[in-house]
C-alpha cells in the first residue's frame, strides 16, 4: 500500500515538477510516449496544455513530422484518457478534435469539437480556441464545423470582452478572418458596433 501511495505522489507531482523545464523538457514525454494521466484534475489541465503546445506551437512546427505524428498519437490517448474519467471537460476534447486533424482524421476531429463545445459551452476561452482552430479549415470541415463555429462566435459577441478577442482573431487570420463577419454580421445591432468599436481600436494601434 504504501508503494501504490508513492506512485500515486510521483503521478500527481510530476506534472508540477516539469513545468520549470523549458519547453522542449517539458514536451518530450508527449513525444516519447512516457507522459500518463493523472489522479488529478489540475495536473491533467496542465497535460492537456502541453499537449495543446506540442501540436500547434511553433516549436512543434519546426519538429519532424515523424516526432509531431508522435506527439499526436500520444496527445489523442492521453485525450481520451482524461475524457474517460472526465467526460465534461472540454478541454481535452479539443485536444482531441486537433490530434485527430493532426493525424487526417477530420470527421473525428469535427465530432470532438462538437463534444468540446457540448461540454463547455459558456467558457468563453475554450470558444476562443476552438475559432482559432477552425478558421483556416472551415472550407474543408462542412457543416459540421459550422455548428461549432457559430454558435462559439455569437456566444463571445454578445459577451462583455468577447469582441476584442473576435477583433485580434479577425486581424490575426487575413482573409480566413472573413468568417467572422459572416456570423456577426446577423447577429443585434449592438454586438456587431462592439466589435466594430474593438476593430478601429485595434487599427488605431497599429497606425
Same mark, same amino acid.
Given at each position: 500500500?504504501?508503494?501504490?501511495? *508513492?506512485? !500515486?505522489?510521483?503521478?500527481?507531482?510530476?506534472?508540477?515538477?516539469?513545468?520549470?523545464?523549458? #519547453?522542449?523538457?517539458?514536451?518530450?514525454?508527449? $513525444?516519447?510516449? +512516457?507522459?500518463?494521466?493523472?489522479?488529478? +484534475? $489540475?495536473?491533467?489541465?496542465?497535460?492537456?496544455?502541453?499537449?495543446?503546445?506540442?501540436?500547434?506551437?511553433? $516549436? @512543434?512546427?519546426?519538429?519532424?513530422?515523424?516526432?509531431?505524428?508522435?506527439? &499526436?498519437?500520444?496527445?489523442?490517448?492521453?485525450?481520451?484518457?482524461?475524457?474517460?474519467?472526465?467526460?465534461?471537460?472540454?478541454? &481535452?476534447?479539443?485536444?482531441?478534435?486537433?490530434?485527430?486533424?493532426?493525424?487526417?482524421? #477530420?470527421?473525428?476531429? +469535427? !465530432?470532438?469539437?462538437?463534444?468540446?463545445?457540448?461540454?463547455? @459551452?459558456?467558457?468563453?476561452?475554450? @470558444?476562443?480556441?476552438?475559432?482559432?482552430?477552425?478558421?483556416?479549415?472551415?472550407?474543408? #470541415?462542412?457543416?459540421?464545423?459550422?455548428?461549432?463555429?457559430?454558435?462559439?462566435? +455569437? *456566444?463571445?459577441? #454578445?459577451?462583455?470582452?468577447?469582441? !476584442?478577442?473576435? !477583433?485580434?482573431? $479577425?486581424?490575426?487570420?487575413?482573409?480566413?478572418?472573413?468568417?467572422?463577419?459572416?456570423?456577426?454580421?446577423?447577429?443585434?445591432?449592438?454586438?456587431?458596433?462592439?466589435?466594430?468599436?474593438?476593430?478601429?481600436?485595434?487599427?488605431?494601434?497599429?497606425?
Amino acid at each position: 500500500m504504501a508503494a501504490a501511495g *508513492l506512485d !500515486a505522489v510521483l503521478g500527481e507531482s510530476s506534472a508540477f515538477f516539469t513545468r520549470s523545464g523549458n #519547453m522542449a523538457e517539458r514536451l518530450e514525454p508527449l $513525444y516519447n510516449g +512516457t507522459a500518463h494521466v493523472s489522479h488529478s +484534475t $489540475y495536473a491533467n489541465k496542465l497535460l492537456m496544455r502541453d499537449c495543446d503546445e506540442a501540436l500547434s506551437s511553433v $516549436y @512543434a512546427r519546426l519538429l519532424p513530422q515523424e516526432q509531431r505524428l508522435a506527439g &499526436a498519437r500520444s496527445c489523442l490517448a492521453l485525450s481520451e484518457g482524461v475524457n474517460a474519467s472526465s467526460p465534461a471537460d472540454g478541454l &481535452a476534447w479539443l485536444i482531441q478534435a486537433k490530434a485527430q486533424d493532426a493525424l487526417g482524421d #477530420m470527421p473525428a476531429a +469535427t !465530432a470532438a469539437l462538437r463534444r468540446s463545445q457540448e461540454a463547455s @459551452a459558456g467558457e468563453g476561452w475554450l @470558444a476562443v480556441s476552438r475559432i482559432r482552430f477552425l478558421l483556416p479549415r472551415l472550407s474543408g #470541415m462542412g457543416e459540421a464545423a459550422q455548428a461549432v463555429f457559430v454558435p462559439d462566435v +455569437t *456566444l463571445l459577441a #454578445m459577451s462583455r470582452n468577447g469582441p !476584442a478577442r473576435l !477583433a485580434e482573431i $479577425y486581424k490575426q487570420h487575413g482573409e480566413n478572418g472573413q468568417a467572422l463577419i459572416g456570423v456577426i454580421d446577423k447577429l443585434p445591432d449592438t454586438a456587431k458596433a462592439q466589435f466594430l468599436k474593438q476593430l478601429r481600436a485595434l487599427s488605431r494601434q497599429d497606425s
